[in-house]
């Protein structure tokens, strides 16, 4: 099924812009779902951890070394927290360069691969398409960066 995303920039920092991917028929970012779906009591130390890493990215930029890859070599998917023993819950990302950083949906792992959890994958899958769309662009200039801000096609639509 094809669905329609748009990039929008989600929070802006010292060293680094956060953007999110929001589904063109829904009312809330992927990150916001991410928040407001495990925002209890049961999560909350998770979320803080998360929450602390992003505000140290802010500060410091999207540097490599925050970032615990995910995906496949090429593709660009990390996950926060950066130390696998902190709390239950992923948040994924993809890293553009330290200035720009693209936030998406997450999960509550498990013992299995992200790959083998449905929903996860899911959230996996949708960032990785936009990746490898948004990368093609910057490469052609249909989109372009400038103060670590993105212009232009930030639009996407994919099979999910």
């Known amino acids: 099924m094809k669905r329609k995303i748009n990039l929008e920039l989600f929070d802006q920092a010292d060293a680094v812009n956060f953007y999110t991917i929001r589904f063109t028929d829904e009312e809330i970012s992927e990150t916001d779902k991410f928040f407001d779906n495990f925002n209890t009591e049961e999560y909350s130390e998770d979320l803080y951890i998360i929450e602390r890493e992003i505000s140290k990215i802010g500060e410091n ?3 490599e070394r925050y970032f615990r890859p995910e995906g496949g070599y090429h593709d660009g998917l990390s996950a926060l927290p950066l130390i696998v023993r902190h709390g239950s819950l992923r948040l994924f990302c993809v890293r553009i360069h330290d200035g720009i950083l693209i936030l998406g949906n997450g999960y509550k792992k498990t013992n299995q691969p992200y790959n083998l959890i449905p929903e996860a994958n899911k959230h996996a899958d949708c960032l990785q398409k936009i990746e490898k769309i948004l ?3 910057l ?5 372009y960066e400038y ?3 993105l212009y232009e096609k930030l639009n996407f639509e994919i099979d999910l």
Not at 139 to 143: D, L, Q, V
């Open 135 to 137: 990368r093609a662009r």
């Open 139 to 143: 490469k052609k200039g249909s989109t």
């Open 61 to 63: 930029g999207a540097l």
């Open 147 to 149: 103060n670590n801000l």
